[in-house]
């Protein structure tokens, strides 16, 4: 339940991002996401990025407060849900993304 808790504090902080819009790769280019550079809501907007992060951290994607989430990064994500995102854990995300068709 506490994580619940600090995840609905990070979608909270997150709310002043969300007035800025978010990065895309260029049509054409190659689809490259990283936990620390790309926001959750470009990762959000790919089905196969988001499939990624669904399986690895499962309920994620389908939490009622994660569009207020969408201007972070899951790297900026992790000082609030810690047990969720660690270290090892961003890097097994880091590795689906790899692993996605570019």
């Known amino acids: 339940m506490r994580h619940i808790f600090f995840f609905a504090m990070a979608c909270a902080l997150a709310v002043p991002a969300l007035a800025q819009p978010a990065a895309a790769p260029a049509s054409g280019a190659s689809a490259s996401y990283t936990t620390a550079d790309t926001e959750l809501g470009v990762i959000l907007d790919d089905p196969a ?54």
């Open 49 to 102: 990025a988001k499939a990624a992060l669904e399986k690895a951290v499962p309920g994620m994607t389908t939490n009622d407060q994660i569009d207020m989430a969408r201007g972070m990064t899951l790297k900026a994500m992790q000082q609030y849900v810690p047990d969720q995102l660690s270290d090892a854990k961003l890097a097994e995300i880091d590795a689906a993304f790899g692993n996605l068709k570019k």
